[in-house]
């Protein structure tokens, strides 16, 4: 849908990950793709195949080294600003679209002890949690805990750090909704 919003114009992917490689060679079929990734590469990030199909895709521009350090608008996204962070020096473009396709890695290494993560540090919830999860963080209630409720009592998590979430904005609004609910039973309780 969002590639429908922005054919035949200028878009930015942000990313240096399969996802950002996926992203941008599908939108390169309906628009001009600019690539910017923090790192001076791809080789480490990305798959091989993909880092073929974009380097082959003229609609597609990849800027490394550089971030993004301004959005611009009135009532909605007019220009982009990024800086090349080897030289210093500054872009700034009429670009209406900003595809983030960063943070695949959750930052969630402060939770460790505190609440149960799964294996790649996504924080585990409701059915997701083992007997044996339950046992090891010493879950104190009778009761089983509810949807988004991690191994802490009264504790919800949503969102992309959620263990099993299909990381879209909608499902994260949607779960953050509904946790709202449970927290109020769990306030009851």
Known sequence: ME?????????????GGNSAGQAAVFLAQTSRVRMLVRSNGLVES??????????????IT????????ALEGTHHLERVS??????GSIESHDIRHVFLMTGAVPSTQWLHGCVTLD???FIKTGADLSHDDLAAAHWPLTRNPHLLETTLPGVFAVG???????????????????AVSFVHQALHD
């Not at 959620?162 to 879209?168: E, L, S, T």
Request: net charge positive; hydrophobic share 40%.
């Open 3 to 15: 590639a429908q919003l922005c054919c035949n114009e200028e878009v930015v992917v942000v990313g």
């Open 46 to 59: 990305m798959s091989r195949y993909l880092i073929r199909r974009i380097e082959q895709n003229s609609a």
């Open 62 to 69: 990849l800027s490394v080294n550089t971030e993004i350090v």
């Open 82 to 87: 990024w800086r090349d962070s080897q030289s």
């Open 119 to 121: 294996a790649k540090g």
């Open 160 to 178: 992309d750090v959620r263990a099993g979430n299909i990381k879209r904005v909608a499902s994260a609004v949607g779960e953050g909704s509904i």
